[in-house]
């Protein structure tokens, strides 16, 4: 090992159905010279019990599993490295590893889990502007199917995307079967053990999805617009729309109004990617549709360019075939900006996880008659609550103020939007 | 069963009627023409590649082939347009083969080097110098365990006299008592170099007995002479009591290949050998000897001239292979 | 059940009868002829041609050491009505006679315009195992596979040594029937009667959904064990018994490649230019969109074989290490005690 140099030690893979493994303990001491080879730690699967080898040679630095700890494969076990490696450094390294847990979806697993890497040039995650490493296999699958690379977790040795992988998130918008569902809330309760229910596919793609945007550091703001003139509007709307078209809704108006302010402010049209943020000039906003078993979010594109009765059109065609379970690869994919509304429910705000890699989301509430002040006066207004979630590394706290500023403003005064 | 006798007392038993001496100066001719117009042909850049003549040894040639027929085998040499038109070998497919082309004796995928007819006999002129004696063992192999009376012949240069496989070959030979002859154009050149620097020894036909089998040293340029010892060669053969050595001396009138300047060779040299011509010599003796009128041979001499213009122009004119040749015949069946 | 020995020596027993062109020539393929002793006294160096000599005399002969000649004269008597079986002894003597095999043998057809037929068998022993170390234990096929006229077959078992060697007499273009020296002994079913096997065809000998493993002659064996142990693991391998190397039939390789979209090729020759090479880049270039791995190789490494017990262990691959060849390429490692 040379001079100052750090290495992962990660959860091995046993076999080619081992996708995760549970912590045992230690057989080893932090501070100890390891070799490769030598015995660190026990770990049991669903298969088997066996020892963890070192796979770097090195001191042992840091700890990170704990037994009990259920990690995948390739999730961070602990941290080797040399004397000249300063624990601020390791737990910098550690940091940038994210979680064990989290450090298994992106990263390597054990084939070459002693990657050891200098930190002067320390191990970038695949981004987008990087070249992904995908088997040409993958790379043919996803091109038939219409899946953006990049949006694939790797499992292949050396962080390479293979079919499997492919195949896995093509799998993922599609709806889970309803019997299979049913059946499997259906199950008897036991009181004393409670009921296993297995996560459903699509169910654990939103799980890993969802423990991936949280390592965005969020923050969100709230503000409250009068939609008085959005319901005049919409009153409007709904009159000239003929029997069997889609009726426009709050939503719909709302979508108009965020793509208009988000050529305004765009930077929160954008992806956040390592080192960089992709600003992007059209508008292409998901709107999260809730199904049996979790949330999906088609996109409609070129939201800029569309009336609020085009875009009706398109979200009631995306919500009918989510539902329907007919939507297309491309339906998914180029997202700008979230939408979330949750006024169905009854629920007036709350606050949205990011849809990574987008850098903010917008949560909406039920449009509610409240009391205001007024020119000094209580007043009756028909409100709606905005919270807006960023993701602070590409939006700051102003920059966010000013979008959601100018939304509200829109929502105020539709003429603005002219 | 060995032996070494040079420039033998043969005892003439192989007496030759007219038209076995018309034929005999037909095929001398032809190789002559042949080669005098590859000559010019070559010299004119019409014939792609490497090409080797043997104009001067023609006596070998016609000496050995009247001796056999079709089922008799031989292999020959890089200068092997001599061998390939006394066993009998197609003189105008010959001549498209020089030239490359699709109406060739091999199709155009050998070249000069590489003139073989099967059906004749011919199993190949060879790139490599010595490659023909193992493959001659073959042919004397075969003959033997199908019980024929068939011979094989191998020709082969002094050059090749030097190689493993010619003195491997000679011992297998020997050990099998194989019917076969080894014929040694001694024309005193490996490539450019003289015999007297590549071997220690006068005559090639000395290594013969070292090996077990006679060996005769003739001159090349005489016919008569080359006619006799490998007549006896070839009935010995042919009585199952083994192979012999017959080397004969020579003279080559080019250089090793169409484009040798011939810087190594005396100045007088080759127009020394020319004065030894052996078809000439043929011409004197067997008119001086009232066998044949020379007027006789005049006609054969314009015969043969018109087929190797015949040969030229009919080559000229035909079709290239093309690219459905590239693949065929790689394997019988692949 | 009958030992690949016996098996070629059947089928040569076979066709001898059945075709009386067919002759057995080579250095001691007799042993002892015109000695004092047997005639047939060693039927091979290892026995593979015992009791033929008895059988036709006229017809097994006994060369000198002269393998430039005899393999020469066995090509020649090929072009000339018969159908020999040459014996190479071993086939790091390739270099002695060479130029009789690629310069003629493979080339008569071709240069001579389709005129030709070469109906020439040359068996050989190859391989290592037996501390036999540089000049007798190497696998050269490669080398005759580059050539085009050659056909090229390695058995891995008696029931295919028997009906390749007869195809291969029967075949009239030249072929070389490459035999592992450490394999003579193993036995088969091997039906009595005479049969062909095709060249060309590869064999599935273990069917798998997860890596293909390509192989040839004795390492067929050393894959199937590799086979086994990965799928205690839970990794399902295909192992492909090339068979023959030219013909190739790499249409079979691609099959299984589309099945299981990672390639190992194992084998004994050289790894530069070698076998394994050559295997990956048709892949490569053939079947490219099928790889899900980067396709590995499994050989010796670039040096001759060495003599010592430890180091020729070490030289060849194993069931071990073809195991981790497979477990890198789908990401897994063995567990410890």
Request: glycine letters at 10%; charged letters at 20%; one cysteine or more.
């Amino acid at each position: 090992m040379s001079a100052h140099t750090i290495a992962k030690l990660r959860m091995p893979k046993w076999g080619l159905s081992m996708t995760e493994g549970t912590f045992g303990k230690w057989l080893v001491e932090e501070g100890v010279d390891l070799s490769v080879g030598d015995e660190i730690a026990e770990v049991e699967t669903e298969k088997i019990s066996g020892v963890v080898e070192a796979t770097s040679a090195g001191i042992l630095r840091r700890k990170v599993a704990q037994p009990g700890d259920v990690l995948p494969v390739g999730g961070l076990l602990a941290v080797v490295a040399d004397e000249s490696v300063s624990d601020a450094e390791i737990s910098a390294f550690i940091a940038a590893s994210g979680t064990a847990a989290e450090a298994g979806e992106a990263s390597t697993p054990a084939g070459d889990g002693l990657a050891a890497v200098a930190l002067a040039a320390p191990a970038q995650v695949p981004t987008l502007t990087n070249r992904i490493k995908a088997s040409p296999a993958a790379r043919k699958l996803a091109k038939e199917r219409g899946i953006d690379l990049s949006r694939v977790t790797p499992t292949g040795p050396d962080d390479r995307i293979v079919a499997e992988d492919v195949e896995r998130a093509a799998a993922e918008p599609t709806l889970p079967a309803p019997v299979e569902a049913a059946a499997a809330y259906a199950a008897p309760l036991d009181a004393a053990t409670g009921v296993v229910v297995p996560l459903t596919p699509i169910r654990r793609a939103i799980a890993q999805r969802l423990t991936q945007a949280w390592e965005a550091p969020h923050f969100a703001i709230s503000m409250s617009a009068d939609m008085g003139r959005v319901s005049a509007l919409r009153e409007l709307l709904l009159e000239r729309t003929q029997e069997g078209s889609p009726r426009p809704t709050y939503s719909d108006v709302l979508t108009k109004v965020c793509a208009v302010a988000l050529l305004q402010h765009p930077a929160l049209n954008a992806h956040y990617e390592v080192d960089q943020v992709r600003i992007f000039s059209t508008v292409n906003i998901g709107i999260a549709v809730a199904i049996m078993d979790g949330l999906i979010v088609p996109v409609i594109r070129g939201v800029e360019r569309k009336s609020v009765v085009a875009i009706a059109a398109d979200r009631a065609d995306l919500v009918f075939r989510t539902r329907a379970g007919k939507l297309l690869p491309d339906d998914l994919v180029g997202g700008t900006f979230t939408i979330s509304d949750l006024g169905m429910y009854g629920v007036d705000r709350f606050f949205a996880v990011l849809n990574p890699p987008q850098v903010a989301i917008l949560a909406v509430g039920a449009v509610e008659e409240r009391a205001v002040v007024e020119a000094g006066q209580l007043a009756i207004r028909p409100r709606l609550e905005l919270t807006l979630s960023c993701d602070h590394r590409a939006v700051d706290g102003a920059t966010a103020s000013e979008f959601l500023r100018s939304v509200k403003e829109i929502l105020e005064e539709p003429g603005l939007a002219l | 069963m060995g032996g070494y006798c040079v420039n033998a007392t043969l005892d003439n038993s192989h007496p030759l009627d007219r038209e076995a001496l018309l034929s005999a100066y037909r095929v001398m001719t032809t190789i002559r023409e042949f080669e005098e117009r590859i000559h010019l042909e070559m010299a004119l850049g019409e014939i792609p590649g490497f090409v080797h003549l043997y104009a001067g040894e023609e006596a070998v040639a016609a000496g050995v082939c009247c001796h056999l027929d079709d089922g008799d085998r031989i292999t020959s040499t890089h200068r092997g347009h001599g061998h390939a038109i006394a066993k009998g070998c197609d003189v105008k497919a010959m001549m498209a083969e020089l030239y490359g082309r699709k109406t060739g004796l091999c199709h155009g995928k050998g070249g000069s080097m590489h003139i073989a007819d099967f059906d004749k006999g011919m199993l190949g002129a060879n790139g490599i110098v010595g490659a023909g004696a193992p493959l001659a063992c073959g042919i004397g192999l075969s003959a033997k365990i199908r019980g024929t009376k068939e011979v094989g012949v191998s020709f082969l240069g002094d050059g090749a006299s030097n190689q493993g496989t010619f003195l491997e070959s000679l011992n297998l030979a020997a050990v099998w008592k194989l019917p076969l002859i080894f014929v040694v154009e001694n024309n005193g050149y490996g490539e450019a170099t003289p015999a007297t620097y590549h071997q220690a020894i006068d005559d090639v036909a000395k290594r013969a007995d070292g090996f077990g089998m006679p060996g005769i040293v003739v001159d090349g340029r005489d016919f008569f002479a080359v006619r006799e010892a490998v007549g006896h060669a070839i009935e010995r053969a042919r009585r199952g009591d083994g192979p012999s050595l017959v080397e004969c001396k020579v003279d080559r009138f080019y250089g090793h290949f169409e484009g040798d300047a011939q810087a190594y060779r005396g100045s007088s040299e080759v127009e020394n050998a020319r004065g030894r011509d052996c078809i000439e010599q043929f011409v004197g003796r067997v008119t001086s000897a009232g066998l044949v009128e020379l007027g006789h041979l005049a006609a054969i001499a314009q015969e043969v001239r018109t087929l190797i213009d015949d040969a030229v122009t009919e080559a000229k004119a035909a079709p290239w292979p093309d690219e459905s040749d590239l693949l065929t015949d790689v394997y019988v069946s692949y | 059940m009958l030992s690949i020995q016996l098996a070629i020596n059947e089928a040569l027993d076979q066709e001898m009868r059945r075709d009386p062109t067919v002759i057995v020539i080579g250095e001691d393929v007799a042993g002892g002829s015109g000695s004092d002793g047997e005639e047939d006294a060693w039927g091979g160096p290892l026995g593979v041609t015992k009791g033929l000599k008895g059988k036709y005399p006229d017809r097994v002969l006994d060369t000198p050491i002269t393998e430039s000649a005899f393999i020469g004269c066995a090509i020649g008597a090929a072009a000339s009505g018969l159908r020999p079986v040459a014996e190479l002894m071993f086939i790091d003597f390739l270099g002695v006679c060479f130029d009789q095999v690629y310069n003629q043998a493979a080339k008569f057809r071709y240069m001579f315009g389709g005129k030709a037929v070469t109906p020439v068998v040359i068996r050989t022993m190859y391989g290592a195992g037996l501390r036999a170390a540089s000049q007798h234990s190497q696998a050269l096929y490669p080398i005759l596979t580059h050539i085009p006229g050659l056909k090229v077959v390695i058995p891995s078992n008696a029931y295919d040594a028997k009906g390749l060697l007869i195809q291969a007499i029967r075949d009239d273009d030249p072929v070389i029937f490459c035999e592992h020296k450490a394999m003579y002994t193993l036995e088969a079913d091997v039906p009595e009667e005479s049969y062909t096997i095709p060249f060309g065809v590869a064999k599935t000998v273990r069917e798998g959904s997860d890596v293909t493993i390509v192989t040839v002659g004795n390492l067929v064996h050393v894959c199937t064990r590799a086979a086994e142990q990965l799928a205690r693991e839970g990794i399902a391998c295909e192992v492909i018994d090339l068979r023959t190397t030219s013909p190739l039939d790499d249409e079979a390789i691609y099959r299984s490649v589309e099945k299981t979209g990672r390639l190992v090729v194992v084998d004994e020759s050289y790894p530069r230019c070698g076998l394994a090479a050559d295997i990956l880049a048709l892949v490569a270039q053939n079947a490219f969109d099928l790889l899900d791995a980067p396709p590995q190789m499994v050989t010796p490494p670039h040096a001759p074989v060495p003599f010592s017990p430890p180091l020729e262990d070490m030289y060849l691959p194993t069931p071990e290490r073809v195991a981790a060849a497979v477990r890198e390429m789908v990401g897994t490692v063995v567990a410890g005690a």
